[in-house]
């Protein structure tokens, strides 16, 4: 399975998206891909280790939701340098709990605009999942841009259920 999608930002700032790509490469291993389109900061990799850290939305990060029929929902949060987090939702907003996977086995960035990076999903399959939503916050110039695949809401709301799309 390979999507492609496009994220527009919130702000309906002309000439601004996110290219995004979600490949299965495995049941429980995935490849996505983000590449900043237009009027956006340059961000440098600064080749530091892979590492787990906590509210990573407060600043540039990339991200992923997959969710289940039955609401479970899982949040990936991916920044262009290595520090990534995985939260576990039994439903709308619940209680964020850190999620018990693997995580990224890799980050490969890619020039001043993208980067990929492959998710070892386990103990989860990609089939345990049957909608996703790709988000991005874009923080520079003490402003911050919310890309996602929609934007029904008055606000950005990456959690809300209208904003996915089925797997």
């Not at 299965?24 to 891909?33: V, Y």
């Not at 693997?102 to 993208?114: C, D, K, L, M």
Request: a negative charge; charged letters at 25%.
């Amino acid at each position: 399975m390979k999507i492609i999608e496009t994220l527009v930002p919130f702000s309906k700032k002309k000439g601004l998206s996110i290219k995004f790509q979600l490949q299965s490469i495995h049941d429980d291993l995935i490849q996505l891909s983000y590449e900043i389109i237009g009027d956006s900061p340059l961000f440098h990799s600064s080749n530091s280790k892979e590492k787990r850290q906590r509210e990573l939305w407060m600043e540039t990060c990339f991200e992923l939701f997959l969710k289940s029929k039955d609401g479970h929902y899982l949040e990936f949060n991916f920044t262009h340098d290595g520090r990534w987090n995985c939260y576990e939702f039994a439903s709308y907003r619940s209680d964020l709990l850190e999620a018990k996977i693997q995580g990224p086995v890799a980050f490969y960035w890619n020039g001043e605009r993208s980067f990929d990076t492959k998710i070892n999903l386990s103990p989860y399959n990609l089939d345990d999942f049957d909608f996703f939503n790709a988000t991005a916050v874009l923080s520079y110039d003490y402003n911050q841009e919310f890309l996602a695949l929609d934007h029904p809401q008055e606000r950005p709301d990456f959690h809300d259920g209208s904003c996915f799309k089925e797997l």
